[in-house]
């Protein structure tokens, strides 16, 4: 490093990656720099990619620019987004698919992992440019608009959300969701399942548990014929489009090249996740100065982005320790499930699993009737530092 500054990398530039960016940057010395090393030249906002898969008209609001992602904190010109995909983490550098500063490694003394899941299309964007990812969500509404009849892949919050979303804006289209289990969203209470199934029958959504769809390996047709979606349990359903919102893949593969202590001491094989102590360092103890955040960490706790902001929290404090030379103690603590989700264009609801540590044995529920269209995209772009106060801005 010509200047002589030090490199503290975050590798995954979404929703936890950038907290924890900025929570770096507010914390750790002049002596350090964070590195937000990021393939997406903007932020995905993925909350909103559902929604936007449906309704036209706002599919350019959910790429937001990083330009100032580290405005609000000092000595903002020291820290970096660096646009690059992370092959490889070494043990004191890392690997990129593209030269930044002259080089493809990058060295860097405490790196933050917070690479996530991969998510079939429409949750998940295959490009990593705006007028691509725009384009795409655009001819998926083109998709929805054309066809009669919808089969909807998954009971996951993706897959509710869509449903609801597609009867109301068409309620003259079929549309139907196929669960493979006997409880949509079957983290929760079953008070989310009921309260679910209420507003599908309202909406006149069909609802098929306890079977799976047969996936052909080419993926299902998109050119606008009739065709047949067969279920495991022997049901035939005819539609003219399929969305597939199901599994989440883990994005593992970059820290494949690590030896590992011990065998399965880096990723759990169960699930795919990276191992962390509850200080987020990598639980193989000879890479002290790793850490995992976020979805791609082997928590235990409910995979979102808010648990995943108080991770950033508790990652920022043991690197700043750390470089003080005092030992990492902030720790992570196990929280609920909750979710705030839509179940139409208007009408949403807040529910938290009930907690058994504070006597708990019913989930909190609030409903409400307050949901803006575009989803109130307007505050995730203030708090990615970008004023969207013209409509234009939004094509930044
Ligand atoms: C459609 C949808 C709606 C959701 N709504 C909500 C909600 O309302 N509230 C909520 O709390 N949670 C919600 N969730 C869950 C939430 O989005 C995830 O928990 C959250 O995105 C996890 O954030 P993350 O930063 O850990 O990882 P991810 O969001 O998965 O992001 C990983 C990032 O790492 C980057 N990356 C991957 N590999 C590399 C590499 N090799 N090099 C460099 N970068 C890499 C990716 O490009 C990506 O930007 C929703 C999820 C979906 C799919």
Do not use: C
């Amino acid at each position: 490093m010509a200047s002589g500054i030090r490199n503290v990398i975050v590798v995954g530039g979404s929703y936890v990656g950038k907290a924890t960016a900025l929570e770096l940057a507010r914390v750790i010395p002049p002596t350090h720099r964070v590195l937000l090393i990021e393939p997406h030249s903007h932020f995905n906002h993925l909350f909103v990619f559902p929604r936007f898969a449906v309704l036209p008209g706002h599919e350019h609001k959910a790429f937001i620019p990083y330009s100032s992602t580290f405005a609000s904190v000092p000595n903002s010109s020291l820290h970096s987004v660096v646009p690059a995909r992370v092959l490889s983490v070494q043990p004191k550098y890392v690997e990129i698919d593209r030269e930044w500063q002259g080089s493809n490694q990058v060295p860097f003394d405490y790196l933050t992992i917070a690479t996530g899941t991969s998510l079939v299309e429409p949750a998940s964007m295959r490009y990593d440019d705006k007028a691509s990812s725009a384009a795409y969500l655009k001819s998926h509404q083109d998709n929805v608009k054309r066809s009669k009849s919808i089969v909807v892949v998954g009971g996951g919050a993706v897959g509710v959300q869509m449903a609801t979303d597609l009867k109301e804006i068409y309620p003259d289209k079929e549309i139907t969701v196929v669960h493979s289990r006997a409880h949509l969203m079957p983290l929760y209470h079953e008070k989310m399942h009921e309260i679910i199934k209420r507003r599908f029958d309202e909406l006149g959504v069909r609802l098929i548990t306890g079977s799976r769809v047969v996936i052909p390996t080419n993926g299902f047709p998109k050119d606008e014929s009739d065709f047949v979606v067969e279920l495991t349990n022997g049901t035939k359903l005819k539609t003219d489009f399929v969305i597939l919102a199901t599994g989440q893949k883990p994005n593992n593969r970059l820290i494949q090249d690590l030896v590992a202590t011990a065998r399965d001491s880096l990723i759990n094989p169960k699930n795919g996740f990276i191992r962390v102590k509850p200080t987020l360092q990598f639980l193989d103890s000879q890479y002290p100065n790793l850490f995992a955040v976020g979805d791609i960490a082997d928590t235990g706790m409910h995979k979102a982005a808010r648990p995943g902001s108080l991770q950033a929290a508790a990652v920022a404090k043991n690197i700043q320790a750390l470089i003080e030379g005092r030992d990492p103690e902030a720790e992570i603590s196990w929280s609920p499930p909750g979710i705030h989700m839509s179940l139409g264009l208007k009408y949403n609801i807040v529910f938290r699993n009930p907690n058994p540590a504070e006597g708990q044995n019913e989930p909190v529920v609030k409903y409400s009737d307050d949901g803006k269209e575009d989803l109130n995209v307007e505050s995730m772009w203030t708090r990615m530092g970008v004023q969207a106060d013209e409509p234009g801005r939004y094509h930044l």
